[in-house]
């Protein structure tokens, strides 16, 4: 059978031998036994691992309720940030040929032109809200949810919308939770133990999927399947340990930058869902790699040059997607004033294909080690696969760095700032502390 993911680690032996990356074997069986069998740092946050398993026995209800929001709406508007987002859009852009239903997104951030426009261009459409949040407490996605309640209220009477409205948080705590059972919502439950980034198969990712239209079944599958291939092979076979192992071996030797490099433009979300999930997994106590993302060969034009010859700091990971499922062929041109006749026939897939081919070669030359990923093809199964792969991958590393990999203490510094700011009640000390700072 034809396999969903192959790593190919050629590319990086010059700065990391196979001696070394072995040498690194020990501690990553250490780390993956720990996960799979629910100890270590972060324990109580480990639900994502046997994830796609759990999830299966829902799979039902949740498509039921996917199915009553989608047959009222023409346009669903999911609210949410960060790994209450990411995940939803990264799947349905990969997969948007499968969409049946439009998806639109809010809450990710504060702008009021962008929610201003959203509001004008669904002003005549069937609209229902997905509100998602796991802690039912971030300001953005609570401030744009109350916006756009009152919006969908007005639009099309209270209790109309309250029809369209479907909320996702936490099983019993939360202003989300509260506000959901007082209007008489229907409620999804986010696990307690799966976090933010680690929550595109919870209800969180498959509802919003499957309102869309997408097979959450197959996309379940492939998550299974990469949870049960991570878990019984050796660490010579398992393609999240081998990574895992690989880029912590690149950051000991001093390139702390990781920048993930897609092929086609629709796996753009992919690269922001990976982001958050090695960024805000690894980026603790002043260690980490930084991860970083280009669209190539768009980016080959802008951080091209910078990736060839820039500070030798940074590995790449390339995405590549084996099958294209809409190809194109080169037209001959008998002018051929473009001098692109010695193209004809040929398919633009191929021709990407040679691109990468030529890129991942020469920033290696350059000094930039790359690691080479190649998925079958863009379907739910596959993209279940990938990300439970790099869900397993991050677990791993974060044990190969000895932190917590599955919280975020940091990212609460600029939110008490923001409370003190805007002068939630609460907050008066740090606002006058912020004040005679004169910020
Ligand atoms: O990974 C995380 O936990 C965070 O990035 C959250 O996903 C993000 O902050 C949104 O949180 P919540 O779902 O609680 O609104």
């Given at each position: ?49 046997t994830l796609?398993?759990e ?20 346009a669903i ?15 349905l852009e ?58 969908l ?9 309250k ?36 929550s595109?198969?919870t ?56 920048v ?16 958050q999930?090695f960024?805000e997994?690894e ?29 030798r ?31 004809k ?13 030529a890129t ?5 030359q ?12 863009m ?11 790099f ?45 005679k700072?004169?910020?």
């Amino acid at each position: 059978m034809k396999k969903s993911l192959l790593l190919n680690l050629d590319y990086i032996t010059s700065v990391v031998s196979s001696a070394y990356q072995k040498s690194l074997y020990a501690q990553s069986k250490t780390a993956l036994q720990s996960l799979l069998q629910h100890q270590g740092l972060g324990n109580d946050f480990l639900g994502w691992v046997t994830l796609p398993t759990e999830m299966k026995k829902q799979v039902q209800s949740i498509k039921r309720a996917a199915r009553a929001l989608a047959q009222k709406c023409d346009a669903i508007i999911c609210i949410g940030i960060g790994g209450s987002y990411l995940g939803i859009r990264s799947t349905l852009e990969a997969l948007h040929d499968e969409v049946k239903t439009q998806i639109y997104y809010a809450g990710h951030h504060l702008s009021a032109h962008y929610l201003n426009r959203l509001m004008q261009e669904l002003k005549d459409r069937q609209v229902g809200l997905c509100v998602i949040s796991k802690s039912g407490t971030t300001t953005e996605p609570a401030l744009v949810f109350r916006i756009l309640k009152s919006w969908l209220e007005k639009k099309h009477g209270k209790n109309q919308a309250k029809q369209r409205i479907v909320a996702i948080t936490d099983r019993s705590q939360g202003a989300l939770k509260s506000l959901a059972d007082a209007e008489g919502y229907p409620t999804l439950v986010i696990p307690d133990d799966v976090g933010g980034r680690y929550s595109v198969l919870t209800p969180v990712g498959l509802f919003p999927i499957a309102a869309a239209g997408i097979s959450i079944d197959a996309l379940l599958q492939g998550a299974e399947d990469a949870a049960l291939d991570v878990s019984r092979l050796n660490i010579e076979n398992n393609l999240a340990a081998q990574y895992a192992i690989a880029r912590f071996a690149l950051y000991q030797k001093g390139k702390v930058i990781e920048v993930l490099a897609n092929f086609r433009p629709d796996l753009h979300f992919i690269s922001e869902w990976w982001k958050q999930l090695f960024g805000e997994s690894e980026g603790k106590d002043q260690q980490g790699i930084f991860p970083a993302s280009v669209d190539l060969t768009t980016d080959l034009h802008s951080m091209g040059q910078f990736l060839q010859e820039g500070s030798r700091n940074i590995f790449e990971t390339m995405v590549w997607v084996q099958k294209e499922s809409h190809d194109l062929l080169v037209p001959g041109d008998p002018s051929n004033r473009d001098g692109l006749n010695f193209l004809k026939g040929k398919k633009v897939s191929w021709i990407n294909e040679q691109a990468m081919r030529a890129t991942a070669f020469a920033h290696q030359q350059g000094g930039v080690p790359v690691i080479q990923l190649q998925l079958a093809e863009m379907t739910p199964y596959c993209l279940g696969y990938l990300y439970q792969f790099f869900e397993m991958a991050c677990g791993i590393s974060g044990r190969l760095f000895q932190i917590n990999p599955f919280d975020q203490p940091g990212v609460e510094a600029y939110k008490k700032n923001m409370f003190a700011l805007l002068g939630k009640p609460g907050f008066e000390q740090l606002a006058a502390q912020l004040k005679k700072k004169g910020i």
